[in-house]
């Protein structure tokens, strides 16, 4: 018997391109791990709207295949799939027709009959970007925006392909519903890990205080991918890893490292100190990029012992492609906390392992007391929050090595999310349709943060579009990227190593 969380109210989970991949690989998996832990409502449905001609069998027998595949729990047990199953159901329509929506409230008013309660509405769009400024409108002719205690939108990413793309469909978004009912999605600030940046840096005394330019040298973010673009050439071919990780990923990241403390644990409050953050990042001027901003794309090469081919030889990715695979650009955050320190961030894909990390790099001690032979292997300390696929936390530092001499070397303190609590992360989706379903919008972009981002990288894109790449492929796949990522670094500066925080037996695993 499928358990269910007493204390949420009855909600409709109604999924615009629920027939899709999202829904199969995504959504579909993280709704059915959420009620395996309770954490559905008593009355819940979900409703999944596509064009596809479809039964609700047909739509259930998809989603289970998405579910033993995906879902993090494994194998299911029992009757907890039909358990399940019957919340899901099947509704045909056009998303640019009225009678879709009006068909669509009207089985949310059998809902609420049948269950003899209010429900909460929710409006995924789980579609192609072209909708995104579709769906909205049609749900605001339909009155199924009206109530915004009641009703929500979640919208993927992209939002935008660029700054005025991005505030048109702000506007279409708030022109028929509030702010408080949009709920712009981003995966990565789902991930435990993630999260777990706000409580590393507030809920401890001990390294707040050092959270400046007294003490850290600068601060790297990555975000580095294996695979290539995979089944994504057409969409990422019009993209690039600017638009696709940067401008929402990566700064995110930075926002979470950068912000000032925050009063209280409101999503307000940590958002607005977050878009404090966007706004005192240096901009970068057009006559700058250059030196600011270095772009690449992959070519052949090998990776984990297999060839593998370039970009241009993807599938849906044009043969001369100028897009770019690889970002690294330097940032400088203008405030009385950060003034002077670089960040350097950088993606890419077919790069040599996949890692998504922080790294802060304090300062060296200012002044070196050891005798220079008990310091040959002295390094700089670090401290680096390790976000995926390795999960925690390592700190690097100085100590003694055994023995009558005084010889220094670096050490590594480490803390792995696995080891401590034995318990498998929820997936980010899980956590953010959580927090839709609660109403909770910490996790979730408001519309000047994302518009302040898309201003912030205008710049970029307004120069790369008049001057295009003239070495590209200028990486080969299994390598870090170009070779002029390192120009961007101050002297002394270094991308580091990701870190490895698997254990003996999850290494062994991996290599078997």
Request: glycine share 8%; aromatic share 10%.
């Amino acid at each position: 018997m499928m358990k269910t969380n007493g204390q949420l109210e009855p909600t409709v989970f109604v999924i615009f391109g629920g027939a899709g991949d999202l829904t199969w690989r995504k959504l579909g998996p993280a709704l059915f791990d959420l009620s395996r832990d309770q954490s559905m409502p008593a009355e819940f449905s979900i409703i999944a709207v596509d064009g596809l001609g479809m039964s609700d069998e047909k739509l259930r027998r998809r989603l289970h295949d998405g579910v033993k595949k995906f879902s993090r729990h494994g194998k299911m047990q029992g009757d907890e799939w039909n358990e399940f199953a019957r919340h899901i159901h099947y509704q045909q329509g056009d998303f640019k027709k009225l009678q879709t929506y009006t068909a669509l409230g009207e089985q949310c008013a059998k809902l609420e009959k049948e269950w003899g309660a209010k429900v909460h509405r929710i409006f995924y769009m789980a579609t192609p970007p072209s909708m995104f400024g579709e769906i909205p409108k049609y749900l605001g002719k339909a009155g199924l925006a009206r109530d915004r205690e009641w009703s929500r939108i979640v919208v993927e990413k992209p939002i935008g392909y660029d700054l005025e793309s991005a505030r048109a469909l702000n506007a279409v978004l708030a022109a028929n519903f509030e702010e408080c009912q949009i709920f712009r999605i981003d995966h990565y600030l789902g991930k435990e890990t993630v999260q777990n940046i706000l409580a590393f840096r507030f809920a401890n005394p001990l390294f707040e205080p050092l959270w400046n330019r007294r003490y850290v040298d600068y601060v790297t973010i990555t975000a580095a991918e294996e695979i290539g673009v995979e089944h994504r050439g057409g969409y990422y071919d019009h993209a690039g890893a600017l638009r696709d990780m940067v401008q929402n990923h990566l700064m995110q990241l930075l926002c979470l490292v950068a912000m000032e403390p925050m009063v209280s644990f409101n999503a307000d409050e940590i958002r607005n100190k977050k878009v404090d953050v966007l706004h005192a990042v240096r901009p970068i001027h057009p006559d700058a990029v250059h030196q600011s901003v270095v772009r690449g794309q992959y070519g052949p090469g090998w990776i984990g012992g297999r060839e593998v081919i370039g970009y241009r030889e993807e599938d849906g990715v044009s043969p001369d492609s100028q897009t770019e695979t690889f970002v690294a650009l330097r940032l400088f955050v203008d405030n009385w906390r950060w003034q002077g320190v670089p960040f350097y961030l950088r993606t890419g894909k077919r790069l040599t392992r996949q890692a998504s990390e922080i790294a802060i790099q304090f300062h060296a001690v200012p002044h070196q007391s050891f005798p220079p032979e008990a310091s040959l292997d002295w390094q700089p300390s670090r401290l680096v929050m390790s976000i995926h696929p390795d999960q925690g936390i390592v700190l690097r530092f100085q100590a003694k090595h055994p023995g009558p001499k005084m010889h220094l070397r670096s050490v590594e303190m480490k803390f792995n999310y696995q080891d401590a609590f034995a318990v498998r992360s929820p997936d980010a989706y899980e956590t953010l349709l959580w927090d839709v379903m609660k109403n909770d919008a910490t996790l979730f972009m408001r519309t000047d943060q994302v518009e302040a981002a898309w201003r912030l990288l205008m710049p970029v894109l307004d120069v790369w579009a008049v001057a295009p790449p003239g070495d590209f492929p200028n990486y080969a796949a299994g390598t870090w990227g170009p070779e002029d990522a390192q120009s961007l670094l101050a002297q002394g500066h270094s991308w580091p190593l990701p870190v490895e925080l698997a254990t003996h037996g999850e290494k062994k695993k991996k290599n078997s």
